[in-house]
């Protein structure tokens, strides 16, 4: 699936998308969206059903932002409509088996600052990915919210070891949980040539990001889309888990070798995310 926009003077943007219930589970709880301006990735938790229904939901929160230039008051309002949207799948369950739980990780075009200049507004909630790709680095701009992240933060483990340690797919935040979710947010200005990889933990858990970068370097028009590659490649590893993936793309006439979080995005009381440990501190 391929998306287009653009608007009068901004670069073009597009987006391919692709998910898989993957070889080992029976249920797809994943969801995704990539439509102008909005592109995410949902991985749901709770059982089959309901891991599925709290991830469609959370996204569903966000499709109201389609067609239109939000602002991040609205994006993170969205944001707290589809934690309120998670957390009533309990209530409409009843009792303990009706709980339910989803990440919600991705970018969306916003207008920010003053005056208002389209600037994208990372979002993050639980251990799906948002990488930074320029047509050359892959960078990780989300932080993980796991408990192996925090050993790795903690120099405990590495990141190698994470992907393989027993309690890698324990989270410590996530959407349906508590009433008061503070999600990582924060702003990139609008780049040529500076794009976006969202993931479900389905692929990084295939793949180190180095794997990522090749495959997106490899990539050639005419074939699969670059979502698709990156699916295919993780079911090739043994899909052991739902697989999702957004590949936003920002036509330019060059790459732009950008940091993660910019220091010349403007500065608002909504960016809450952790910058030190990406190495743009």
């Given amino acids: 699936m391929t998306t287009t926009a653009s608007s009068s003077g901004a670069p073009r943007v597009s987006a391919s998308a692709a998910s898989d219930r993957g070889r080992v589970r029976r249920v797809n709880e994943d969801t995704l969206l990539a439509e102008h301006p909005v592109y995410v ?32 008051a609205e994006v993170l309002s969205a944001i707290a409509a589809a934690n309120d949207s998670v957390i009533a799948i309990a209530h409409d369950e009843q009792g303990p088996s009706g709980l339910a739980g989803t990440t919600l990780t991705g970018v969306v075009l916003v207008e920010a600052g003053l005056p208002p200049v389209p600037h994208w507004m990372a979002l993050n909630i639980g251990d799906s990915r948002v990488y930074t790709w320029d047509g050359r680095d892959l960078r990780q701009i989300s932080t993980d919210h796991s408990a192996v992240q925090e050993l790795v933060d903690a120099g405990l483990i590495s990141p190698d070891e994470a992907r393989q340690h ?21 702003l990139i200005p609008l780049r040529p040539g500076h794009g ?16 990522i970068a090749e495959a997106l370097a490899r990539f050639q028009p005419g074939g699969p889309t670059p979502a698709e ?12 888990d739902n697989v999702s993936v957004v590949v936003v793309e920002v036509d330019g006439a060059a790459a732009v070798h950008e940091a993660s979080a910019t220091r010349d995005a403007p500065v608002i009381p909504e960016e809450t995310a952790p910058r030190p440990n990406r190495g743009d501190a």
């Fill in 41 to 72: 990735v949902a991985d749901g938790m709770g059982g089959h059903a309901r891991g599925d229904e709290a991830s469609r939901r959370a996204v569903a929160a966000l499709a109201d932002l389609r067609g239109t230039a939000p602002s991040p």
């Fill in 166 to 186: 027993p309690d890698r797919n324990v989270i410590t935040k996530a959407l349906g949980v508590v009433d008061a979710l503070t999600p990582d947010v924060w």
């Fill in 196 to 211: 976006f990889v969202v993931c479900s933990d389905g692929l990084s858990k295939e793949l180190a990001d180095v794997e």
């Fill in 229 to 240: 590659v990156l699916v295919e490649l993780a079911l090739e590893r043994g899909g052991h």
